[in-house]
Structure formats: C-alpha cells, structure tokens
Nanobody
C-alpha cells in the first residue's frame, strides 16, 4: 500500500512562515503529480499548489508570490513553503499524490491525513 504523511503545520503570527512536508511511502513505482490542498470548516477542499514530476508548478491565485511548492523525486517528498501568512490561510492542509504502485499499471490518488496551519496574532 501507499501512505502519505504530512508534517510542519503549526501556529504562526501574520506575516510569518512555515514549511510543510509530505512523504509518500510504500510500494511506489513512480509518483506523478503531487499537490497541496486546504480546507476550512464548512467549505470545500481547494487546491493550493501542484507540481508535476518534471517540476512544473501551478498555484491558486490567492497564494501566488507567497507560497512555493517543490519536490524531491528520489525521496517521494513534496514541500510547501508558506511565506507572508495571513489569517485567511488558516486551514487544514492536505497532501495529495498520484502514484503508480509497483506491479500496477494505472495510477491512483492518495491523500495524507492533514496538518493544521493556524495564522493568528
């Protein structure tokens, strides 16, 4: 099976920074697109940023120029650097990865358990 484990969330003041990490483990043949989503109570989960296994990145308009997504393919790890955090960035952040398992042909989407980011003074 495949597991995604996020880390790096926490409480930070407005204007502060955090770095989230997500490690995928298990019988992984290759990880394709990896990304970060976030969700607040009563709202749908929204895409924050995604990155292909070739390094092409996309961002939600609300986080462009503040957040940076990156990945280490050798470690099956994706990162999200969050700078100049604002109160509206408060949410549970989830990692998602499209992974093809060893011995399988079709990839599947996998989710992490989420990590809380709280921006408050």
């Amino acid at each position: 099976q495949v597991q995604l484990v996020e880390s790096g969330g926490g409480l930070v003041q407005p204007g502060g920074s955090l770095r989230l990490s997500c490690v995928a483990s298990g019988n992984i043949y290759i990880a394709f697109d990896m990304g970060w989503y976030r969700q607040t109570p009563g709202k749908e989960r929204e895409l924050v940023a995604s990155i292909s296994n070739r390094g092409a990145a996309d961002y939600a308009d609300s986080v462009k120029d503040r957040f940076t997504i990156s990945r280490d393919n050798a470690k099956n790890t994706v990162y999200l650097q969050l700078n100049n955090l604002q109160t509206e960035d408060t949410a549970v952040y989830y990692c998602k990865a499209q992974i093809r398992r060893i011995g399988k042909f079709d990839p599947n989407n996998y989710w992490g358990q989420g990590t809380q980011v709280t921006v408050s003074s």
